[in-house]
């Protein structure tokens, strides 16, 4: 059974920096395409990165130059690095197998995708 699990999350004060963590369980995560996603209150889901197979990461607009996803194999983990946190970053985060980068949302393809549970991220001074 796929399982993927966040974590990292917590309160950070504005301009500050987080690192989530995305450990796969009964997959290996180098295989897959995986995308970063995040829900803010009240608002829809929004895909933030989808990072191919083949090691090219696309990002969403508003997380491009302060966001960057990395792997590592051996801990079979992806990385959410998140630096000059805003307040509008404010969301739970997830992460999720068979994004797609050709879609606007990187939302995996209907019957695909398996998903974590989510990992809360404040930034709030």
């Known amino acids: 059974q796929v399982q993927l699990a966040e974590s990292g999350g917590g309160l950070v004060q504005p301009g500050g920096s987080l690192r989530l963590s995305c450990a796969g369980f009964g997959i290996i995560l180098d295989y897959n395409d995986i995308g970063w996603f995040r829900q803010a209150p009240g608002k829809e889901r929004e895909g933030i990165s989808c990072s191919s197979s083949a090691g090219t990461t696309y990002y969403a607009d508003s997380v491009k130059g302060r966001f960057t996803v990395s792997r590592d194999n051996a801990k079979n983990t992806v990385y959410l690095q998140m630096n000059s946190l805003k307040p509008e970053d404010t969301a739970v985060y997830y992460c999720?197998?068979?994004?797609?980068?050709?879609?606007?949302?990187?939302?995996?393809?209907?019957?695909?995708?398996?998903w974590g549970q989510g990992t809360r991220v404040t930034v709030s001074s």
């Open positions: 999720a197998t068979d994004c797609d980068y050709s879609s606007s949302n990187y939302d995996p393809p209907p019957g695909f995708g398996s």
